[in-house]
């Protein structure tokens, strides 16, 4: 390599002529600093970052500002290849107040979930291995008699997600025949999750039954045909109808479908394993009612209320579990062992019913009392008031945490938040942006939402007071470069 031309050093690059004032990428590449930083991520990334910074640097030229030294050129270069080269998933402190976050990551799993993982990561493990008898086992063995004695099923089967757990049963169950659905249940669940399209990609026939707030048994049996094969009921997880409203429960919804020779189906959504009541939370439909209320297939997520690995629970009867586990479908959506480790230790705490809030973080988050929360925004505000600085007025103020991911829609857990308003009217929506940027942008980022012309801090879901002190006095450690308000 040619030995480094001597760059521009502080003070000196000030025409107006941007090729000029800037050095090349291949000249700046030979500086030692970045020479060194190449040896260690690679050249491609700083590569990258000072074409980046180059460009940037132009831009700003050409706006009429001076040109920067190569020494703070070569800091901006470093601070871009560090971005690039830190993890992208990164761990957050979710203040928002939702506790099942879906952009967030949702389910918070159990430390038994967690060395499930590493375990099953690490190692061999008998993911298709039948110990008994030395020879090829099923996948599925591993949480089949979990799922029975919990849900009191016949069989049961996971997927991808829940998801893929109603697409599967709708395509083993239903292709190119009718689907019977209420007209109030015809649910949107975000992500492009919509009941009309998955039947469609399913390769059923959508039938629409009633009205969109009341349907009643007599329009299903009305809706019956000889093509039809599956009568579905979707729960309302992210909204509710109520009002003048009526709809069929699941005893009379079976009993129709069984009368006509074919299957009921239940999309339960979040599919609590509990009563959460029993935690003082409202209380969610349960597989094993569903399955008790006579349902063939019930489909449930693993990482909503169940606080566990992202995964689709299906349980029923043997024969709707036999067409499914055997459809093709079944291959391509199958869970990795990484999910099928964390679902066992998740599905062991719930068959133990030993300590489950201590044991599964996701329910304890839920169920933690607001007089709690509001104790801990107390010893927190003097370390946000200090963060935010005196552009900021801190208080706390009562607000209600949501359980998330369109579990109980409508329900809302009390709860107390860190309010952050600034004090100045006058470019009031400019600070807020900025200082919610400021709390994105430390090293472990800090999520809250604005509402009111405040920042809202909700500590529900804070499980520890040191780890926000401890990401407040990172402050800008970790730039976001690119993403100034
Ligand atoms: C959340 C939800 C789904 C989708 O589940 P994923 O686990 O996100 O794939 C489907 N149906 C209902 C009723 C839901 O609430």
Redesign the pocket.
Known sequence: MNPPRSLPGPGEACTTDTRAVLPAVDRLLHAAELMALAGEVGIAHVKRATRDELAAQRARVGEGSPAADTATLIANITARVRVMVAPHLREVINLTGTVIH?NLGRALMSEEAVAAVAAAMRGYSTLEYDLARGERGERDALIEALLCDLTGAEAATVVN??????VISLAALAARRQVLISRGEL?E?G?S?RMPDIMKTAGCKLVEVGTTNRTHAKDFTAALSAKSALIVK?????YAVSGFTAAVDDTVLAGIAHAHGIAYMV????GALIDLSQFGLPREPMPQEALAAGADIV?F????LLGGP???IIVGSKAAIGRISTHPLKRALRCSKITLAALEATLRIYASAHRLPERLPTLALLARKADDIRAGCERLLPHLARFAGEAFAARIEPCASQIG???LPVERLPSFAIVLAPVSAKGAGRALAQFSHRLRSLEKPVIGRIHEQAVWLDLRCLRDDAELVAALGSSGATRVIGEQP
Do not use: E
Not at 161 to 166: C, E, L, Q, S, W
Not at 234 to 238: D, G, L
């Open positions: 879906t997600n829940n998801a893929a757990a109603v649910i669940i992500g999750f979707a729960h309302c997880s992210n999309d339960l959504g979040a489909t997520s693993g990482d909503k992202q995964a689709g991911s369109g579990s």
